[in-house]
Structure formats: C-alpha cells, structure tokens
C-alpha cells in the first residue's frame, strides 16, 4: 500500500539483537510504501561497556559489518537511502560516544535517552522502577537529560522526545513550563526533533511527542521529521499520515529532509 512521500530516518535492523529483518529489507520495505528515502539508523554500539547487553545495541564487532552493508545499499539507491545510527546519550561515557561517532561516515545521528543514572526506563524488564520513583522527577530529570543531549552538538535528531511516557506512566504536575524550556534549548542547540510513530504501537498509544509537546515546539519553532522506528521491516513508514496530520494540527506547515547539502525544510504532504 502506497503511503506518504516522506522520509523515515529511524529504522533498526537484526545487527541490535532485538529487531528482525536486514537493512536491504528495510529499503525494500521504503520502496513498496512509496517513501521518498529511508535512513537506517541502528543502534549505536555501547562502546563504554565492556560486556554489553547484546539485546541492547549492535556489538562493536558488527560496527564495520553495518557500515559496508549500508554504503552498498546507499551506491545502489543513490539518493534514496542515508545510513545513520542511535546513539544514547549516556553522560557518564560522553567522550567514548564522541570519539566513536566522530570516526564514522554518517549522514545523520538519532540521539537518545534511554537511561536515566543506569536504568533502562523504556525496557519492559526495568517498569517496576517507575513504581518506586516520584514521576515528576522522572520527568524533571529526563526533559533536562535531553536537553543536555541536544546541547552536545553530537545529535543531528532526537528521537522519541517524550519516551518516559511509553509505558503510560504521567507525570501529576503540569510539565508545560518545563517542556516550554527543553523546547527553548532544542531551538538554541539547532537539533531537529522527530515524529516518531513507535509510541502509538506502545502501551502508551501515542505519538512521540504527543500534541501538546508537539504544539510547543511548534511555538518555539523547533523542525520536525519522520520516524518510525522500525524493528521490522512491515513498521516501515507505518501512520505517517497520522504523524503529518498531528504536525498540522500543530501548526507545522514544513519538516525537515536530509540530502547531499544536509538538512533542509520542505512542505508537508
Ligand atoms: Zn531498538
Ligand atoms: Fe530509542
Ligand atoms: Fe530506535
Ligand atoms: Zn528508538
């Protein structure tokens, strides 16, 4: 089924050890739906971690593997495919991310908070965290996180900006002021944030961000592009109309494309 010309930028592949389908899948995937480009954006290796969890991320052994097969991809659909990666934004191991992702010959970086001080927060294993922590200063703590995230310069887009809602867990005060704030510093860092349809297909239900969040970036005038964070190659382009529709209701009339000059603005569907 045909859907929107649009690009997906967040897809993973098999290599992360938690999705299905090879990165030629994807791209296959992008042309039966009409997309106008796919990124594949797998998970960027936990280089800092000496024995990581392989449900987590590609091994480090795979990285050069990941990248010859994405370039092949790329010299066979000029143009149409970009090879990216997410990459956690991990405080504590800040330089070894820096380093890594400074040596690789990415179109564009995801960046992402999946962990707040250590815990997995958007890992099913890890819910009955939330139960023991104040959700507003999970919240507090995650929006700060990201903005500190975008205040690297090492992300091109954040991804899932309001993750910590995935599991539908709310946080009782009114985050408005605080999200007003994360989207002052997204602007000031010149980070494009995505729309990522992953969440609807989440226990939450929603897009990431929801449109709330969506409407105050809108306001401070934060770009907005696809995502839908594929783990299998049918989630390819999955409810982009959903996602164009959301960013409309938001007053975005633009989203942001990746091409051969970098990012550029283009109107919506
Ligand atoms: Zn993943
Ligand atoms: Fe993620
Ligand atoms: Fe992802
Ligand atoms: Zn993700």
């Known amino acids: 089924m045909p859907g929107l010309r649009l690009p997906d930028y967040h897809t993973h592949t098999e290599r992360c050890g938690h999705a ?4 030629e899948d994807y791209v296959a995937a992008a042309r039966a739906r009409g ?3 796919v990124g594949i954006a797998d998970h960027l290796p936990l280089a800092h971690d000496p024995d990581p969890d ?6 480090l052994a795979e990285l050069d593997a990941y990248l010859a097969e994405v370039d092949a991809l790329k010299a066979e659909h000029p143009g149409f ?3 990216g990666v997410e990459a ?3 405080p504590a ?3 070894v991310t820096a380093e890594l992702l400074g040596r690789l010959p990415l179109d564009y970086v995801i960046g992402s908070v999946h962990f707040l001080d250590g815990w ?3 890992d099913p294993r890890y819910v009955e965290e939330y139960e023991r922590r104040s959700m507003d200063e999970v919240y507090r703590q995650y929006l700060r996180l990201v903005g500190d995230a975008a205040e690297t310069g090492l992300f091109d887009i954040i991804g899932h900006l309001d993750l910590v809602k995935k599991f539908g867990h709310r946080a009782s005060a009114d985050m408005t002021s605080e999200w007003e704030e994360l989207a002052a510093r997204l602007k000031r860092a010149g980070v494009t944030v995505e729309l990522n349809t992953a969440g609807l297909r989440k226990p939450v239900g929603e897009l990431y961000p929801a449109p709330d969040v969506l409407q105050i970036l809108g306001r401070f005038g934060v770009p907005l592009t696809f995502g839908s964070d594929a783990h299998c190659p049918e989630a390819v382009g999955r409810d982009f109309d959903q996602a164009v529709a959301a960013a409309r209701t938001a007053g975005y009339r633009t989203y942001v494309e990746i091409g051969p000059e970098g990012f550029s603005e283009h109107p919506l569907p």
């Open 54 to 59: 392989p449900t987590l991320a590609m091994p």
């Open 81 to 83: 495919v970009l090879i």
């Open 88 to 90: 956690d934004y991990l």
């Open 93 to 95: 191991s800040l330089e």
């Open 20 to 23: 299905r389908g090879r990165a």
């Open 120 to 122: 997995g927060f958007d």
């Open 35 to 37: 997309l106008s480009a």
